[in-house]
Nanobody
């Protein structure tokens, strides 16, 4: 069971990046998927989330209107399109898969991908 993020890198302020998250060893079809980020010295925070069927999305207030989360269940992929990036959004971005079945919870994390926004 593995999640692998890609697409991070160095971008100038105002630029765009598209992060991808690929799952292996399990199907994301039944999982709610999320992107989190953690900047140096700060706690990990939720950036965006999408329900298992993609019918509902949720965003941190700070990224609304600039970031878009999407998923392709057939390809076991989740994406985060990030536009108008700001230097303070420099962080490691993590993909998360979460599923609850009665009292059991299945929660998986990727290793993260570094996003650096230069001013």
């Amino acid at each position: 069971v593995q999640l692998v993020e890609s697409g991070g890198g160095l971008v100038q302020s105002g630029g765009s990046l598209r992060l991808s998250c690929a799952s292996s060893g399990f199907s994301i079809r039944s999982y709610d998927m999320s992107w989190y980020r953690q900047a140096p010295g700060k706690e990990r925070e939720l950036v965006a989330a999408i329900t298992s069927l993609g019918g509902s999305t949720n965003y941190a207030d700070s990224v609304k209107g600039r970031f878009t989360i999407s998923r392709d269940n057939a390809k076991n992929m989740v994406y985060l399109q990030m536009n108008s990036l700001k230097p303070e959004e420099t962080a490691v971005y993590y993909c998360n898969a979460n599923r609850r079945i009665w009292a059991a919870e299945y929660d998986y994390w990727g290793q993260g991908t570094q996003v650096t926004v230069s001013s």
